[in-house]
């Protein structure tokens, strides 16, 4: 019996055929960020194809390596595959082997000729590998749902079997989406943000607003344990974390009540852009949320992203609160966002905030001190963490 372990792990792209003339493009990208993935496989060899990337697995276990490419952006699906010399009998020996091991009822051989001089055409094929497993089994052919669909590709070099597909994340290859500065808290909302984000190919820098002594430091090591996490998705993230204490203070002695939220955002959003365009991104993200809290409305949208010319990028916006919170336990997230450490919003929360602040109300209460001098301040005095993926050390 001829061994049933695959050779090849063919990887499918999925939406990466829609994209043209971008397509070398995002496979190389999407093949530098596999190699990446996998680098300390040291025994894999890859063939990176305009339709498919092939990975050599040269023995490995098959079975870590789909763990790990099932998490990459831009891969949509995985098959095992069982490679033999496209000769007739030996196509024969294998499919009886794989229908033996896969002890079903019902089958159908589905083959398709990538090699058009291969002599034989699929039906043909197809009927040649049916005839010895009806004679040598119990299976009965099934052409409409069968329990077992032999996928077979003739291809130049051999005849492919394709085994039971892993499901990518799909999406698109990191890096291919450009960059963006991620206002990220802490909380729930901005990591599945980020998340979403990095799964249609987008980087993130992080960009944090620490009020010590009113927040603890225990949120700066939850951030970074957060990214750690999402190193899986992209393996070294910047995190800039700015000192926002005194123009915190500052906002909470000057604000109107119900506005002190709205103006800290308005801050946070100078701040950010500010420090975007220093670095040459073009564009915010929150983890906002349409409805969450009094700041997350259109009209406290509006009056927030006045201060910003920078496109702000929100891909939780209408998502509800359950759905995020699911997606935060699947990344494995959660456990971390709820670890109870106070942010900046939770202490300055006003008692009545605003869900329509007025623009007119937010601009004199900003004309009576000198906030420019302390933005220029904190952007001086910033502090930018590097949160790596941690290489496996071999001793
Ligand atoms: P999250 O769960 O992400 O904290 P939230 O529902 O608590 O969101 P808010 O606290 O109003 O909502 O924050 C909305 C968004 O503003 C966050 O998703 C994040 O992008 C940004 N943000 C809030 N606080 C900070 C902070 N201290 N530093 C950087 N960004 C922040
Ligand atoms: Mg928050």
């Known amino acids: 019996m001829s061994n049933l372990k695959p050779q090849l792990l063919m990887i499918h792209y999925g939406e990466l055929t829609l994209k043209g003339k971008n397509r070398r493009y995002f496979i190389n990208t999407l093949a530098r960020n596999i190699k990446h993935a996998l680098k300390s496989f040291t025994k894999l060899t890859y063939n990176v194809r305009y339709d498919h990337t092939y990975i050599n697995l040269h023995g490995e276990d098959e079975a870590p390596i789909l763990e790990i490419l ?14 033999v010399d496209a000769d007739l009998e030996l196509m024969v020996e294998a499919a009886l082997n794989i229908a033996k091991a896969k002890n079903a009822k019902t089958f159908k051989v589905e083959t398709k000729r990538s090699d058009k001089s291969y002599p034989y055409n699929s039906d043909y094929i197809n009927r040649y590998l049916a005839g010895p497993i009806l004679k040598n089994t119990d299976y009965k052919v099934d052409v409409h749902n069968p329990e077992l669909l032999l996928k077979l590709i003739i291809k130049n070099d051999g005849a492919y079997f394709l085994g039971d597909q ?53 949120v700066i090591d939850k951030i970074t344990d957060l990214l750690r996490v999402l190193n899986k998705f992209q393996p070294r993230i910047k995190l800039h974390i700015m000192h926002f204490t005194d123009l915190q203070l500052d906002i909470f002695e000057h604000a109107p009540e119900g506005y002190p939220i709205t103006i800290m955002r308005r801050m946070f959003y100078r701040i950010a852009t500010k420090l975007a365009k220093s670095k040459r991104i073009v564009a915010l993200a929150t983890g906002e949320s349409l409805g969450q809290v009094s700041s997350q409305t259109l009209n406290s949208l509006n009056v927030i992203n006045e201060v910003t010319t920078l496109p702000v990028i929100r891909p939780l916006i209408v998502f509800d609160k359950q759905k995020i919170i699911n997606k935060a336990v699947d990344l494995g997230t959660y456990e971390i966002s709820i670890r109870p450490f106070e942010d900046a919003c939770t202490i300055f929360a006003p008692i009545n905030p605003k869900t329509a602040p007025k623009l007119k109300v937010v601009r004199n209460s900003e004309s009576k001190w000198d906030y420019e001098s302390q933005i220029e301040t904190i952007l001086n005095t910033y502090k930018t963490l590097i949160i790596e993926e941690e290489d496996e050390s071999i001793f």
């Open 70 to 83: 099932s998490e990459i952006a831009g891969i949509y699906a995985i098959s095992p595959v069982i490679k």
């Open 166 to 218: 892993t499901k990518g994340v799909g999406g698109l290859p990191l890096g291919t989406g450009g960059k963006v500065l991620m206002l990220l808290s802490g909380g729930i909302d901005s990591a599945v943000a980020c998340y979403e984000l990095m799964r249609r190919g987008i980087e993130i820098e992080a960009i944090h607003f620490a009020s010590p002594p009113y927040t603890s430091t225990g």
